[in-house]
């Protein structure tokens, strides 16, 4: 089985808005923003409803086994109420709020790192590498395996595999997330592609 085609079964955004939306999607965004920042309660109760569940889900894969998405899905939606104001409808809704939960959660991961006093690994990085194509996974791999594999990545990598072949966006969306190249990003998924392989092949079994 490809890893792309069963990291496809993680996906929580089938129908996510693209980060350049037609007029009648950037239109009902911005409409929406608008009775947010008038300070219409059921305007932001709709959006949370609308996002919260394919967001918990992102928290929750970044930050792996330390079970702190409930807090941080709060933490999102605050930070989205406060900065809601500087949504200008460049990018659909969707894409805004996912760029600000990754970028929370990346701030969150490097904050523990520094206390822990490890080295965390870096966003930019030379664009040297060619992405390669999805990894054929020998044997069965359970979601289980999966979900530890995606945990052992490096928070880089791990946010731009989520992001490409968890959630679906295009590199370019990734890098405009993550305030990265278009390279960068296939670089990033690259690195993560190998290290998942490289888990399921070996790590998985140290741990049967």
């Not at 939306?21 to 911005?30: F, M, Q």
């Not at 996912?98 to 080295?119: E, K």
């Not at 990033?188 to 140290?206: D, E, P, T, W």
Request: glycine share 8%; hydrophobic share 35%; charged share 25%.
């Amino acid at each position: 089985m490809a890893l792309q085609t069963f990291t496809g079964t993680l996906s929580t955004s089938p129908d996510m808005a693209p980060s350049n939306p037609a007029g009648d999607v950037r239109s009902a965004d911005l409409d929406l923003v608008g009775r947010i920042r008038s300070g219409d309660g059921p305007a932001f109760e709709a959006l949370y409803k609308q996002h919260s569940t394919r967001l918990y889900n992102l928290a929750s894969r970044m930050m792996g086994a330390h079970g702190e998405a409930d807090d941080l899905l709060q933490d999102i939606f605050l930070l989205a109420y406060r900065k809601i104001g500087s949504f200008r409808g460049e990018s659909s809704l969707g894409t805004w709020l996912y760029r600000l939960a990754m970028n929370h959660c990346l701030d969150v991961l490097r904050n523990r790192q520094t206390r822990m006093g490890q080295q965390t690994d870096s966003l930019d990085e030379p664009d040297a590498m060619p992405v390669a194509s999805p990894v054929p996974v020998l044997g069965a791999v359970s979601r289980i395996d999966l979900e530890r594999a995606i945990d052992s990545l490096p928070p880089a990598c791990r946010a731009a595999f989520l992001l490409h072949d968890v959630e679906g966006f295009g590199h370019q969306e990734v890098g405009t997330m993550l305030g990265i190249s278009e390279g960068t990003s296939k670089s990033q998924v690259h690195k993560a592609r190998m290290r998942i392989r490289s888990y399921l092949a070996h790590g998985s079994k140290k741990e049967s």
